[in-house]
């Protein structure tokens, strides 16, 4: 999987908006709030880390049992991939 | 015809030059060196258009031999009425029937937009704007919520000058945001040839009272995004980003109104009050 190219990270202060762009922004009037946590695992996704990295980078700085460090992975790729930030290969 | 728009004359080419002279009447320019040429041609649709970008109710963008050629669409029919080819220097556009006033002006307006986001930090922004004191003033909102009627307003009560009725273009220049005039005012047709210094945004609402809010960074940008033209791709975005940035610096408001003197004067007494 990777980032499609769809959708931008806009930074405001200290607050992270994924928003449309190009066709996807004429298709879409909405953006994508990123928490500090989904912040995180966006910002690895884009350095091209796959979901089994991104469950260890949770255990290895949040304080979450692998159960839970899977399944929050899990349901943020799923919700990527519906709005179309994340494709597959 | 040669016209000058923000810091550069742009000579433009009608099949029929005599139905367009009022309207650019302001912008007319005699001299300077030509920085972008536009072109009307006689109406011929590809059969073969490229690879489809972008489709809209309005417009579908095509790429063909590294070149953007977009067709304007009819709202209620979707045929073509029109094409426009982007280039760095001289653009080409054509129109099916080529004495159609509305699209022709809107053609070359994309041609000029584009070439404007190429040249310099620049953005295009819905919404009524007028100069006051030395103030430059953006009152924005979905169509039909009464930016103009509020814009006039102040000039009913205050000595203010319109600057564009319906259209922005704001340049990014010497660390400033300077709010530039252009023909492309709406139906009333309210443009000033000017420079002014943007320095407030107000994005307005229809409201039983009047109330004022100043908008966080964050309140602001998602209600500005409906309003400015969006980055068509990747490579646009960082210099969308950087001008959107300067422009959520700016004081940014939101004002629920009716219509009278009441609501232009909270948001007259808010940003005199400023510190």
Known sequence: MKLSGKWKLKKIGNDSILMPIGQNALDLRRVINLNSTSLELYEQLSLGKNEEELVSYLLANYDVSKEEASKDVHEFIIKLKESKVLIDD | MKIKLVRSVIEIHFLHEEEYLKFFSSYLVEDGEVDLFIYQDKYEEDEDKGERKIESKY???????????????????????????????????ASVDEHDFYLIILLVQYAVTRFLQNNYECILMHGSSISYK????????????????????????????????????????????????????GKHHLDNNIIVNLTHLVFLYQNKENVLKKLDKREAFLKLMTQVVTPLSEDDFDKWNDIVDALLELPCYSLGCRIDKEAVDLIKNAIEGEK
């Open chain 2, 59 to 93: 417009y579908d963008l095509f790429i063909k031999n590294n070149q953007e050629i977009q067709y304007q669409k009819d709202e209620e029919t979707s045929l073509y009425k029109g094409k426009l080819i982007y280039d760095e220097k001289s653009m080409r556009f």
């Open chain 2, 134 to 185: 030395d103030k430059g003033i953006i009152f924005t909102a979905p169509s039909g919520t009464g930016k103009s009627t509020h814009a006039r307003l102040w000039k009913k009560y205050y000595d203010i000058v319109y600057i564009n009725d319906d259209k922005n273009y704001i340049v990014k220049e010497d660390g400033k945001l300077n709010l530039y005039g252009n023909p492309w005012s």
